[in-house]
Every structure is written in C-alpha cells, then in structure tokens.
C-alpha cells in the first residue's frame, strides 16, 4: 500500500474555509471494487489514532482509507506535539463536514472508487462524527461503526461536560444529538462500548442509542465489552475489537442508494425550531453548503 497527506479547504459559516490536512492509504493494486472508508479519531488526538485498522483494512479488504485531521483537534491544535484541543471547542458540528468533506476530496481524486463501498469507523468524539454522518449524508455509507461513541452533547453531571468550555444553544444541542434524529440514519450501525467507560459512560450513549435503532427497526449491533474502559481495555485493545467485528461486513455490504455527493442531495434536519439544510451540490468550501433557518 502507498501513503499520502492531501490539502484541502473545508467550509467555515463565512468566507475563507478551513484548511484540513488528511492520511490517505491506497492500495497498491485498484480494481472495480474497490471501496473508501472514513477513520474518525477522538477529541484532542490526531489522524495516525487509527492508522493500524487503516493498514489492516487498506490491503485486506480492498479500500483507500482516509483520515481526517478534523479542525480544533490534535495537530490542528497543536502542530508539534499533535495532542489538545481548542476552548471554546465546537464538539463534532464542523468537524464532521471535515470528515464528510476528506471523503468528498478523495472522491475527487478517484472517481472511479465503488461508490457502493463506503464505509466510516471513528471512535470517541469520532464515533459522534461517523453517527452525525449518517445522518448529514442518509444515502452514502453502507454502514458506519462507532465505538465507545458520544451521542449526544453531555449534560450537567456527565464526564466531559466542561471540556468544550462555552455554552449550547437547544438548536446546537439537537443536530448534535444522534439519538434525537437515529429516525434519519439509513445505514446498519456497528456499536461497541466498555461497561467501564468513566469518560463516555456506555448506558448513557451507546446503550440509548442501541434501543432507539431497535424500536425504529433499524439494522444495528452492538457489542458491549465487560470491564473495559474507553479503550476497552483490559478487556480487549480497539484494533483487535474491530477484527472481532468487521471481516465479514467490509466483505459483502453495500450500498445500493445514489450516494448524496454524487446526488447533489438536498437534507433537511429539523434541530428545536430552527432547520439545518445541507446541499451537497456545493464544492467543500461553498459557505452555502449548510444554513441555518427557523422551522
């Protein structure tokens, strides 16, 4: 497999957008099958979180695999030691028009990917990203795998309450909140969690998330490791969690929709009495890619 960084500009609410650097991994070999798949890392770390699944999956399953280095985040906060992250944070708004968007640029580059073959795994705030995903772009993923996953933006008593430092308003805290909207998500979802997690507690998250996919008849697994931390560990490190989970799926699933890049797909999420619209007809760093109105 070869490695690459790519450049490019991500959209902001007005003007210039943000630039966002991001680690590819290409087969050596491309056929008519092969796949893209989105790695999403977690809050204050950096794009190389997950480069062993990325180096796992690039050969083995036939994908170009990309990582974006989502604003506000690891390098993007701190360009030597690539840890941190700003205050006041954004917390996965922006960030997942980054992710969404490095999988917009890598398309730009391979047009001639399987389309049908596209597929996220984040973990953390970047499990929060790939479920926000789903949902911003209903008609690309053939599946998105999030483990030890945010759900929502925490709440007074929950860990990590303070760590954006700056307050939410009801419409942020709603397009933020994937249990809220699981109604839009198309895609099978892939959960796993620590019953030990002290920063992203697995019954507040994952466990809430899970019920509601069920009682909407929606397609998901979940695997809940008992003992294990936000790591999963001791019960299980996160390369060997996502073996135990994900052979047989990046093998046969895909996604018979038109893809909502390649549709120019209109979405509309209704967040506390405002609406997000999203067009992606627009170029990644169109200030019009989203806006904002009253419902």
């Given at each position: 497999?070869?490695?690459?960084?790519?450049?490019?500009?991500?959209?902001?609410?007005?003007?210039?957008?943000?630039?966002?650097?991001?680690?590819?991994?290409?087969?050596?070999?491309?056929?008519?099958?092969?796949?893209?798949?989105?790695?999403?890392?977690?809050?204050?770390?950096?794009?190389?979180?997950?480069?062993?699944?990325?180096?796992?999956?690039?050969?083995?399953?036939?994908?170009?695999?990309?990582?974006?280095?989502?604003?506000?985040?690891?390098?993007?906060?701190?360009?030597?030691?690539?840890?941190?992250?700003?205050?006041?944070?954004?917390?996965?708004?922006?960030?997942?028009?980054?992710?969404?968007?490095?999988?917009?640029?890598?398309?730009?580059?391979?047009?001639?990917?399987?389309?049908?073959?596209?597929?996220?795994?984040?973990?953390?705030?970047?499990?929060?990203?790939?479920?926000?995903?789903?949902?911003?772009?209903?008609?690309?993923?053939?599946?998105?795998?999030?483990?030890?996953?945010?759900?929502?933006?925490?709440?007074?008593?929950?860990?990590?309450?303070?760590?954006?430092?700056?307050?939410?308003?009801?419409?942020?805290?709603?397009?933020?909140n994937v249990v809220e909207h699981a109604c839009l998500i198309q895609c099978p979802v892939y959960l796993e969690a620590g019953t030990n997690d002290g920063s992203v507690p697995h019954f507040?998250?994952?466990?809430?998330?899970?019920?509601?996919?069920?009682?909407?008849?929606?397609?998901?697994?979940?695997?809940?490791?008992?003992?294990?931390?936000h790591d999963l560990m001791p019960t299980i490190n996160k390369l060997d969690a996502y073996k135990k989970m994900i052979p047989e799926v990046l093998k046969t699933s895909v996604n018979e929709?038109?893809?909502?890049?390649?549709?120019?797909?209109?979405?509309?999420?209704?967040?506390?009495?405002?609406?997000?619209?999203?067009?992606?007809?627009?170029?990644?760093?169109?200030?019009?890619?989203?806006?904002?109105?009253?419902?």
């Amino acid at each position: 497999m070869k490695e690459m960084d790519i450049n490019f500009l991500s959209v902001n609410r007005y003007g210039q957008g943000q630039n966002i650097t991001a680690t590819v991994y290409i087969p050596d070999v491309f056929t008519e099958n092969t796949g893209l798949m989105m790695f999403c890392h977690g809050w204050g770390c950096n794009r190389s979180q997950h480069f062993d699944k990325m180096k796992y999956s690039c050969d083995e399953f036939d994908l170009v695999c990309v990582a974006p280095e989502y604003r506000m985040s690891g390098y993007a906060f701190d360009p030597v030691k690539g840890g941190g992250w700003n205050q006041p944070y954004d917390l996965s708004f922006l960030q997942t028009f980054d992710c969404i968007n490095s999988l917009r640029k890598v398309l730009e580059i391979y047009p001639f990917l399987n389309r049908k073959r596209i597929f996220a795994y984040g973990g953390s705030q970047g499990g929060h990203i790939v479920l926000l995903s789903s949902i911003f772009a209903p008609s690309t993923f053939a599946f998105v795998y999030a483990s030890c996953p945010l759900t929502h933006i925490p709440e007074e008593g929950e860990t990590l309450y303070n760590f954006a430092e700056r307050d939410f308003s009801e419409a942020e805290k709603s397009v933020r909140n994937v249990v809220e909207h699981a109604c839009l998500i198309q895609c099978p979802v892939y959960l796993e969690a620590g019953t030990n997690d002290g920063s992203v507690p697995h019954f507040l998250h994952a466990v809430q998330l899970e019920k509601a996919l069920k009682d909407l008849h929606k397609e998901v697994k979940a695997v809940y490791y008992e003992g294990g931390g936000h790591d999963l560990m001791p019960t299980i490190n996160k390369l060997d969690a996502y073996k135990k989970m994900i052979p047989e799926v990046l093998k046969t699933s895909v996604n018979e929709k038109k893809d909502d890049f390649l549709a120019g797909s209109m979405i509309s999420i209704p967040c506390a009495g405002k609406r997000l619209t999203i067009d992606w007809s627009k170029n990644l760093a169109d200030k019009e890619l989203f806006s904002w109105e009253k419902a």
